[in-house]
């Protein structure tokens, strides 16, 4: 049940969050503010509290879940840089593709990693 939440967490909500950030309503300062925030907030959190990793759920989940903001963040950075470079359809097109694509990659890691716990 878990992974079925993480599954549709990662692939509904992160292209969603992509597409949502790359679509330049947001300023490009404060996106890149925002992506240095969620990845210091979340590795502030993973190793600041290294003693409650893996047992405290929330702190677990929350540093993930900002690592992964951060994740979005930094693709939809480039993606937004590619576009300036490249205002044409195709690079509107593959940027949005790949960086789609690129939110979901933690899925394969968790995936992989409950895989090998059995």
């Known amino acids: 049940m878990i992974l079925t939440a993480l599954f549709v ?4 909500a992160g292209p969603l969050a992509f597409r949502g950030l790359t679509r330049g ?5 404060s996106l890149g503010v925002g992506t240095a925030v969620c990845a210091g907030a979340g590795l502030a959190l993973r190793y600041g509290f290294a003693e409650l990793w893996g047992r405290n759920v929330v702190l677990t989940v929350l540093s993930i879940a900002l690592i992964w903001f ?3 963040g930094v693709l939809a950075y480039g993606a937004r840089k590619l576009r300036q470079v490249d205002g044409g359809l195709r690079m509107r097109r593959w940027t949005g ?3 789609a694509a690129g939110t979901t990659m ?3 890691g968790l995936a992989s990693a409950n895989l ?3």
Not at 9 to 12: K, M, T
Not at 25 to 29: A, F, K, L
């Open 97 to 99: 593709v790949i960086g």
């Open 116 to 118: 090998l716990q059995g």
């Open 25 to 29: 309503r947001v300023q490009q300062r």
């Open 9 to 12: 967490v990662f692939f509904v």
């Open 70 to 72: 951060a994740w979005i």
């Open 106 to 108: 933690p899925w394969f």
